[in-house]
Nanobody, 119 residues
């Protein structure tokens, strides 16, 4: 079974940077859609950035130009480089990848990593 482990969250001042990592126990990121989501207090879990199966990348407008999503298939890792952070970026960040489980499509999720941006 695919397992995802996130790391890299923490406390940072506004204007700072963090890099989140999501490491899998298999090469699940190769050719499969994957993305980063975040869940802020009082809000729903929202998409932040996504790599589609064709390699196209999408960002939510609020992070365009500040965040960069990427993969290292050899390292079985999905990254989210975050720069120019602001307090509105504070949330629990989750990685997710589309795969299969028991022959049916299934979305795998990490456990989440907290990002807190102080003003």
């Amino acid at each position: 079974q695919v397992q995802l482990a996130e790391s890299g969250g923490g406390l940072v001042q506004a204007g700072g940077s963090l890099r989140l990592s999501c490491t899998a126990n298999s090469r699940i990121f190769t050719g499969n859609p994957a993305g980063w989501y975040r869940h802020a207090p009082g809000k729903e879990r929202d998409l932040v950035a996504r790599i589609n199966s064709d390699g196209n990348i999408e960002y939510v407008d609020s992070v365009q130009g500040r965040f960069t999503i990427s993969t290292d298939n050899a390292k079985k890792t999905l990254y989210l480089q975050m720069t120019t952070l602001n307090p509105e970026d504070t949330a629990v960040y989750y990685c997710s990848v589309a795969g299969w489980r028991n022959g049916v499509p299934y979305d795998y999720w990490g456990q989440g990593t907290q990002v807190t941006v102080s003003s």
